[in-house]
């Protein structure tokens, strides 16, 4: 299964670096809110653990800055702070599929040549059985329109050094 593309759609989001860490699977968040954790690896390790099987759901987003950006927008987004986000690429793995935060980095530079946060779910399986791709597609582009709308509490957040980050709406 390969990354798919999504139009690039208009940012909306600001980001800033801080800590959280959330999920579309009940279990997984009920898991994630009680346990202090600082990278996707960490985060990885826990959803394999999972009495149900998991599916992430990884979109990839580039920052940017808007055209209409006020001098002192600009001069915040060249420190590292700021900006907006679009979400570029998309793409569902088992935890099993992605060997370590390393390994997928690896792999999303031959779909995307650069990327700046990752926002990750999971879905749980039922009875044992993992959801499938299909299942997956609906909730990613769920998960597009929520990073387009700035709607990003909800997911985990990670940046390009495999740390989880807080991204701040501003």
């Known amino acids: 299964q390969s990354f798919s593309s999504w139009p690039r759609p208009r940012p909306s989001v600001r980001a800033r670096s801080i800590l959280i860490v959330s999920s579309y699977s009940p279990n997984l968040r009920n898991f994630l809110e009680k346990i202090s954790m600082q990278t996707f690896d960490e985060f990885l390790a826990v959803a394999r653990q999972q009495p149900e099987p998991q599916r992430l759901l990884l979109v990839f987003a580039k920052a940017g800055i808007e055209a209409d950006a006020t001098p002192a927008e600009r001069a915040a987004f060249e420190r590292g702070e700021g900006g907006v986000l679009s979400p570029a690429v998309c793409v569902d793995r088992l935890p099993e599929e992605v060997g370590s935060f390393g390994s ?6 031959q779909a995307i040549e650069h990327w700046d946060i990752l926002f ?3 879905m749980d399986g039922r009875g044992g059985h993992v959801p499938n791709s299909d299942e997956a597609v609906q909730p990613l582009r769920m998960m597009v329109e929520q990073i387009k709308g700035g ?9 390009r050094s495999g740390s989880l980050v807080m991204l701040d709406r501003s």
């Open 104 to 109: 997928l980095l690896e792999e999303s530079t």
């Open 120 to 122: 990750v779910a999971t």
């Open 151 to 159: 709607r990003v509490s909800q997911l985990l957040a990670v940046d």
